[in-house]
């Protein structure tokens, strides 16, 4: 049973940073894309970084320059390092991870199968 566990989570002034972590387990294949996703109040939910098996990472222009998603396929970890934070980017941010690695759209939310449950991310001006 495949299980993501986020954390790291709370609440920053703009401008600040966070390094959010995601613990998976339950999923032993080397195929996989893995990736973050955030749902502010009222919004979709939106992919923010994303990486896959072979380390290609993708991210929403909205982040670019800003966050980058990083692995510890040892730790079975990921992680999201976001800096110059903006009250834009409040939200629930998720984990979520897919048994493809090719995916064609990979920062689509439903192309994910699997999910944890969120961890909250509050940026003030």
């Known amino acids: 049973q495949v299980r993501l566990v986020e954390s790291g989570g709370g609440s920053v002034q703009s401008g600040g940073s966070l390094r959010l972590s995601c613990a998976a387990s339950g999923y032993t294949s080397s195929n996989y894309y893995m990736g973050w996703f955030r749902q502010a109040p009222g919004k979709e939910r939106e992919g923010v970084a994303v990486?896959?098996?072979?380390?290609?990472?993708s991210y929403a222009d909205s982040v670019k320059g800003r966050f980058t998603i990083s692995q510890d396929n040892a730790k079975k970890m990921l992680y999201l390092q976001m800096n110059s934070l903006k009250s834009d980017d409040t939200a629930m941010y998720y984990c979520?991870?897919?048994?493809?690695?090719?995916?064609?759209?990979?920062?689509?939310?439903?192309?994910?199968?699997?999910w944890g449950q969120g961890t909250q991310v509050t940026v003030s001006s």
């Open positions: 990486i896959n098996t072979y380390g290609r990472t």
């Open positions: 979520a991870l897919d048994r493809d690695a090719l995916l064609r759209f990979p920062l689509v939310p439903h192309e994910y199968n699997y």
